[in-house]
């Protein structure tokens, strides 16, 4: 059982950046991909990232690469999303989802992720 806590939502004007962290329970954390999802009113939940329980494959949404960065900390059980060059188009409700345990492909669809987070609400103004 893994239980995940987001943190770091908030308002910012487009251009400006925001980190998302993700806390996570459980002494078995390092066995799960850690996945950020987002979903905007009226549309359908998204994978922007996610970063294997290895630590060594990231994945990234096309329209976040090179703007938002997937992090992960085993020994704090955290993961972190830093989000740069914030677009009004970035607004969402921000998901911190774990995937596992020792899956080998990263999944990109809701159904793979086994725990969610409540979610943090991210808006960019113009």
């Known amino acids: 059982q893994v239980q995940l806590v987001e943190s770091g939502g908030g308002l910012v004007q487009a251009g400006g950046s925001l980190r998302l962290s993700c806390a996570a329970s459980?002494?078995?954390?390092?066995?799960?991909?850690m996945g950020w999802f987002r979903q905007a009113p009226g549309k359908e939940r998204d994978l922007v990232a996610a970063i294997r329980w290895s630590g060594g494959t990231t994945y990234y949404a096309d329209a976040v690469k090179g703007r938002f960065t997937i992090s992960r900390d085993d020994a704090k059980n955290m993961s972190y999303l830093q989000m740069n060059s914030l677009k009004p188009e970035d607004t969402a409700v921000y998901y911190c989802a774990a995937e596992g345990p020792f899956r080998l492909r990263v999944g990109v669809q809701p159904a793979a992720y086994d725990y969610w987070g409540q979610g943090t609400q991210v808006t960019v103004s113009s």
């Open positions: 459980g002494r078995t954390f390092i066995s799960y991909t």
